[in-house]
């Protein structure tokens, strides 16, 4: 069965600083796989997705994430953090059979200091 | 700009009553879905809808219905509602294997 894990629960970063947030899955085959923010009191915002090509995605917001294939893993990166980028972020991927769910992993909580 | 529209952002009930939340979406989109967040359990999927009048359970259905008479409406149905269903429901849309546009979620009490 597919899967999502994000091993961060919550992370802290400066602001200015970069910014990598884990997730890896489980999947049969090439899996369509997806980044999502919420911020607090609000719904989830697609950031970005990854369905095939390029390995490196471009979303909006400064945000990117790299597919790689040997470990199984789709991290998201931002060069520079922004205070407004505190959030919590998801990773997520269709289930492989209908496409009509997705498996959302458990979120990882982003703190911004000053 | 597209848009999950969620008829109310805060919604306060008694128990026993039953509740309708609304969700439209303006993107013709076939797939919809209605999720509930709590902490620490993270998103879980009560109901999705493929296609006009067909429903689907998902992960955590009981306790709750749902109506797709109309392709741009999907509303979820707390038939009795219980303290246990305090929460935040979240819909969604989408085209097939294609991301979620979210609504901006409701944040429902029940008492």
């Known amino acids: 069965a597919q899967s999502v894990t994000q091993p961060d629960i919550h992370i802290t970063v400066s602001e200015g600083a970069s910014l990598e947030l884990r997730c890896n899955y489980s999947?049969?085959?090439?899996?369509?796989l997806f980044w999502y923010v919420q911020s607090p009191g609000q719904g989830l915002q697609l950031l970005l997705k990854?369905?095939?090509?390029?390995?490196l995605v471009q979303g909006i917001k400064g945000f990117e994430a790299e597919f790689k294939r040997s470990q199984s893993s789709f991290n998201l990166r931002k060069p520079s953090v922004h205070w407004s980028d505190a959030a919590e972020y998801f990773c997520?991927?269709?289930?492989?059979?209908?496409?009509?769910?997705?498996?959302f992993g458990a979120g990882t909580r982003l703190f911004v200091k000053a | 700009d597209v848009k999950v529209t969620q008829s109310s952002r805060y919604l306060v009930k008694r128990t026993g009553e039953k509740v309708f939340l609304e969700c439209v979406q303006d993107?013709?989109?076939?797939?919809m879905f209605w999720y509930r967040q709590d902490p620490g359990l993270g998103l879980r999927l009560i109901y999705f809808s493929y296609d006009v009048k067909m429903k689907e359970k998902g992960d955590i259905p009981e306790g709750y219905s749902v109506s797709r008479e109309k392709k741009e409406r999907f509303s979820l149905i707390l038939e009795s509602a219980s303290t246990n269903q305090t929460s935040m429901y979240l819909c969604a849309s989408s085209l097939p294997l294609d991301g979620y546009t979210f609504g901006s979620g409701t944040r429902l009490t029940v008492v």
């Open positions: 997520a991927v269709p289930e492989s059979t209908g496409g009509f769910k997705t498996i």
């Open positions: 999947y049969g085959a090439t899996p369509y």
């Open positions: 993107m013709d989109h076939e797939n």
């Open positions: 990854y369905f095939s090509g390029d390995t």
